[in-house]
C-alpha cells in the first residue's frame, strides 16, 4: 500500500501494521537523512474520505519515541516529501503525542509512523500545523528585530558626545526605528513578504 524513500536510500516498503489504523516504518542510520518521501504505491487506496496522518519520531537512546506530526498523505494526495533535517531531539521540545504508536522501548533508529484517520481531521491538524510554523517564524523574526534595534540602539550617542571621525559612516537612530516600525507592520499584514 505504501512506500517510504529516505534520501539516498532505496524504496521500503517493508511497514510493520501496529494496530487496524496504525503503520510503521523503522529508519536505520537516521542521522543523515534530510528528507522522507511517503507514497502510495497505487495498490490499494485509502477507504473514502481517510487519510494517512504522518508522524516522524527522530532517534535518542535516552528516551522513549515522540512523535511529530509532518502531514498527510490521501488518495487525492498521493504522495508527499517531508523535509526532517530541521526536526528537535525529543528533550527539546514538548510534545503530546508520546504514546500514539505505542511506547515501546528506548529506539536508536527513527520512525515514520502513518495513522489511518478521517481526511477531515488530518487536514484540520495539517492547517493548525501551517499556522503554527507561521507564528513560530514570526515570533523569530519579531525578536530578531527587537535584537537588533535593541544592540544598535545601545551604541547610540547624541550629537554632542560624538567625536569626529571621518572614516565613520552614521546613521540617525530614528532611521533604523521607521525601518523596524515598517517591517513589523508588512510582518503583520504577510508573513511571508521578504519572499517576494
Given at each position: 500500500m505504501l512506500g517510504l524513500i529516505c534520501s539516498g536510500r532505496l524504496v521500503q516498503t517493508n511497514f510493520e501494521q501496529v494496530s487496524e489504523t496504525k503503520l510503521l516504518f523503522t529508519v536505520p542510520d537516521a542521522d543523515d537523512i534530510n528528507h522522507i518521501v511517503?507514497?502510495?504505491?497505487?495498490?490499494?487506496?485509502?477507504?473514502?474520505?481517510?487519510?494517512?496522518?504522518?508522524?516522524?519520531?527522530?532517534?535518542d537512546p535516552n528516551a522513549p519515541p515522540n512523535w511529530q506530526f509532518l502531514g498527510y498523505i490521501a488518495n487525492s494526495k498521493p504522495s508527499a516529501i517531508f523535509k526532517i533535517s530541521n526536526l528537535k531531539k525529543n528533550d527539546e521540545?514538548?510534545?503530546?503525542?508520546?504514546?500514539?504508536?505505542?511506547?515501546?522501548?528506548?529506539?536508536?533508529?527513527?520512525?515514520?509512523?502513518?495513522?489511518?484517520?478521517?481526511?477531515?481531521?488530518?487536514?484540520?491538524?495539517?492547517?493548525?500545523?501551517?499556522?503554527?510554523?507561521?507564528?513560530?517564524?514570526?515570533?523569530?523574526?519579531?525578536?530578531t528585530l527587537t535584537n537588533f534595534?535593541?544592540?544598535?540602539?545601545?551604541?547610540?550617542?547624541?550629537q554632542s558626545q560624538m567625536l569626529p571621525n571621518l572614516t565613520e559612516n552614521y546613521v540617525p537612530l530614528s532611521t533604523i526605528q521607521t525601518w523596524y516600525?515598517?517591517?513589523q507592520r508588512r510582518l503583520e499584514q504577510n508573513p511571508n513578504f521578504w519572499k517576494t
Open positions: 511517503l507514497f502510495l504505491v497505487g495498490t490499494i487506496p485509502f477507504p473514502d474520505n481517510m487519510a494517512g496522518a504522518v508522524y516522524f519520531s527522530w532517534p521540545f514538548e510534545n503530546q503525542n508520546l504514546s500514539i504508536f505505542g511506547m515501546g522501548k528506548i529506539s536508536h533508529v527513527a520512525q515514520v509512523g502513518i495513522s489511518v484517520e478521517p481526511l477531515a481531521a488530518v487536514e484540520q491538524q495539517a492547517a493548525a500545523l501551517a499556522v503554527q510554523q507561521t507564528n513560530s517564524f514570526i515570533e523569530f523574526a519579531q525578536k534595534v535593541n544592540y544598535v540602539s545601545s551604541f547610540s550617542v547624541t516600525e515598517r517591517f
